[in-house]
């Protein structure tokens, strides 16, 4: 189980720390990711963490967004920064054993959190 927190409402410009944790399961050397969904556009993946500590983001966060990552608490962070209203989505995080690292195919993960709303206005 992947247990997704940490969204709310918050200003142009500001940030959000928001936290996957798992329970009942290791993450290990899985691949943890991050996708967003806004209403009406497919699941997107924004960030993802590879088994060896690699990092990839989309174009779309690079530079404001990073991956904490909290061994001791099986726990994986998205940090997000200079938040834009185009951030506006429901967040999910979603662990699995891909082939090739960081992917961010929604059908490559096998474990995935239930969401948490993320919305950047004025």
């Known amino acids: 189980q992947l247990q997704a927190s940490g969204g709310g409402l918050v200003q142009p410009g500001g940030s959000l720390r928001l936290s996957c944790t798992a329970s009942d399961y290791t993450f290990g050397r899985d691949t943890i990711a991050w996708f967003r969904q806004a209403p009406g556009k497919e699941r997107e993946g924004v960030a993802c963490?590879?088994?060896?500590?690699?990092?990839s983001y989309s174009d779309s966060v690079k530079g404001r967004f990073t991956l904490p990552r909290d061994l001791t608490r099986n726990t994986v962070y998205l940090q997000m920064n200079s938040l834009k209203p185009e951030d506006t989505a429901v967040y999910f995080c979603?662990?699995?054993?891909?082939?090739?690292?960081?992917?961010?195919?929604?059908?490559?993960?096998?474990?995935w959190g239930q969401g948490t709303q993320v919305t950047v206005s004025s």
């Open positions: 963490t590879s088994g060896d500590a690699r990092k």
């Open positions: 979603a662990a699995g054993r891909t082939r090739f690292g960081c992917t961010f195919v929604p059908t490559d993960y096998h474990i």
